[in-house]
């Protein structure tokens, strides 16, 4: 991610014809993503247009006016979403994540990547008892798949801006708010702008790393639609040395398998998002240094507040709720990253040279914690790094050896069934422990209601 991920600068742009100028004139501070407007530019305090705006060009004056007019007059909810998104689509334009560009799917791609989910799907029908999920198979460019998950992250992010909006308007003295309609207007079209600008530019850099619409462990695309990004996968086989067949099949192993587990256990998209969301309750505003910036604030220096919202105003609450709902969502995410890496080793072990390898460089990826966890972060205070997921692919595995596929999918049938994270610990204690049933106790409830509570079944049997 760039170290300015708020920066309002326009995106660079190539030079046209050698032209050298243009190019400098968006370097270095005063038109690069370090100064984007170019405040304190050449000319010093004698020349305060200079110093406001400083060597940017009329073409990329107009635009700077225009993006900053968008700011102010946004009076939508705490995320200016449009922003966002062509934010978003600038970066991918631009190769900012790695500096290769976007680059549309042609047919052969599209092909490949249908095949190679239609053989995954195959190959994982031996493995698990979930059936397929993937009622389709599409091929995305990295301007696709930001179009095609925006709504998720408009889910995720807007209930942690909201509560910054709020926090903007309540730094203010108490005699001050009444008096201070068009400025609180102002501050909170600033802070969703610069929530747009930010949330932009970290799907933008997203795109050009992630290989799927689950990589980070969430479902971010539509419900049924296995989804590949052939340039990305592309990049990441050339760095491993390994076919890009077999790159596109392990992959594709991996998102049909992730689209079984949301398609067929019903809670387990709630259960997810609800984790995140108990988190995210649980974050405070660090509303010291919005007061700082607040009290100095100068319109034409919208940096200061962009900085004080960049260097970190997330701190979670200490307390033993916020660590027990941080304990869940780690918990979730390993489990559903550890049943994925299991069962696509099963499937993919005995068919592909690689897999080994593969399976180790994906869950170096997750593990390490890459753009989705500087995203989250950043974003939302939230890292989602499945901390123990080669802990739970241990549990999965084992379980999968003494109660078979079917009794280790069983699992998912409803949320209490599911490991704990002391399960994690004990793996083996787990795994021989006997399983409640849960359509057994449901029937045996229903068995010892009272008559007159059970309705005709109960006349019936007068």
Same mark, same amino acid.
């Given at each position: 991610?760039? @170290? ?10 190539? %030079? ?31 020349? !305060? ?25 946004? +009076? ?11 934010? $978003? &689509? ?14 549309? /799917?042609? !047919?052969?791609? =599209? ?40 709504? /998720? ?68 695309? %539509? ?10 996968? +592309? *990049? ?7 076919? #890009?067949?077999?790159? =596109? ?19 387990? =998209? ?6 995140? +969301?108990?988190?995210? &309750?649980?974050? #405070? ?38 660590? $027990? ?38 869950? =170096? ?5 890459? %753009? ?19 802990? $739970? ?7 999968? @050896? ?5 009794? &280790? ?9 599911? %490991?704990? *994270? ?31 509570? &059970? ?8």
């Amino acid at each position: 991610m760039s @170290d300015s991920p708020f920066g309002f600068g326009l995106p660079p742009e190539e %030079p046209e014809n050698g032209d050298e100028g243009k190019k400098k004139g968006n370097e270095g501070g005063q038109g690069g993503p370090a100064n984007p407007f170019g405040f304190g530019g050449a000319g010093g305090a004698d020349n !305060p247009f200079a110093a406001m705006f400083g060597s940017l060009n009329p073409n990329d004056l107009g635009a700077a006016f225009q993006q900053l007019g968008q700011m102010l007059s946004y +009076e939508g909810g705490p995320v200016n979403w449009d922003m966002a998104k062509d934010i $978003a &689509r600038q970066t991918v334009a631009q190769g900012a994540s790695n500096g290769t560009k976007d680059v549309s /799917v042609g !047919p052969a791609d =599209r092909s490949a990547v249908e095949e190679a989910v239609r053989l995954a799907d195959l190959w994982l029908d031996s493995v698990t008892s979930l059936p397929s999920g993937s009622g389709s198979a599409v091929a995305w460019s990295r301007a696709e798949w930001v179009e095609a998950t925006l709504p /998720v992250w408009k889910d995720l992010v807007d209930p942690v801006a909201e509560r910054v909006g709020a926090a903007m308007g309540d730094v203010l003295p108490e005699e001050m708010q009444a008096m201070a309609g068009p400025l609180l207007g102002m501050m909170r079209s600033m802070g969703g702008a610069m929530f747009g600008q930010q949330i932009g530019q970290a799907v933008g850099v997203l795109a050009g790393e992630v290989v799927g619409s689950t990589d980070i462990g969430l479902p971010l695309g %539509p419900a049924g639609k296995a989804a590949l990004l052939p340039v990305n996968i +592309e *990049a990441l086989g050339k760095d491993l040395g390994v076919p #890009k067949d077999e790159v =596109r099949l392990y992959l594709a192993l991996r998102e049909a398998a992730h689209q079984r587990l949301f398609a067929h256990v019903p809670w387990l =998209r709630s259960h997810l998002f609800g984790a995140v +969301e108990g988190y995210a &309750r649980g974050i #405070k505003v660090d509303t010291s240094k919005l007061e700082d910036v607040v009290g100095q604030l100068d319109p034409t220096h919208p940096e200061q507040l962009q900085d004080a919202l960049q260097q970190g105003m997330f701190q979670p609450e200490d307390t033993p709720e916020q660590k $027990a709902a941080l304990a869940r969502l780690e918990t979730a995410l390993a489990l559903v990253e550890g049943w994925v890496d299991a069962v696509v080793h099963e499937a993919a072990k005995p068919r592909l040279t690689s897999a080994d390898a593969l399976r180790e460089t994906l869950r =170096r990826r997750r593990a390490s914690g890459g %753009p989705a966890e500087q995203t989250f972060a950043t974003l939302i205070g939230l890292e989602l790094r499945p901390r123990r997921l080669r802990d $739970a692919a241990r549990l999965w595995a084992s379980l999968t @050896d003494a109660r078979g596929v079917d009794g &280790r999918d069983n699992l998912w049938e409803h949320p209490d069934m599911l %490991p704990t *994270a002391s399960d994690l610990d004990d793996p083996d204690g787990f795994v021989h422990r006997e399983q409640l049933d849960f359509s057994e106790l449901d029937k045996m409830l229903g068995e010892a209601a009272p008559k007159e509570d &059970r309705g005709d079944e109960g006349d019936s049997e007068k």
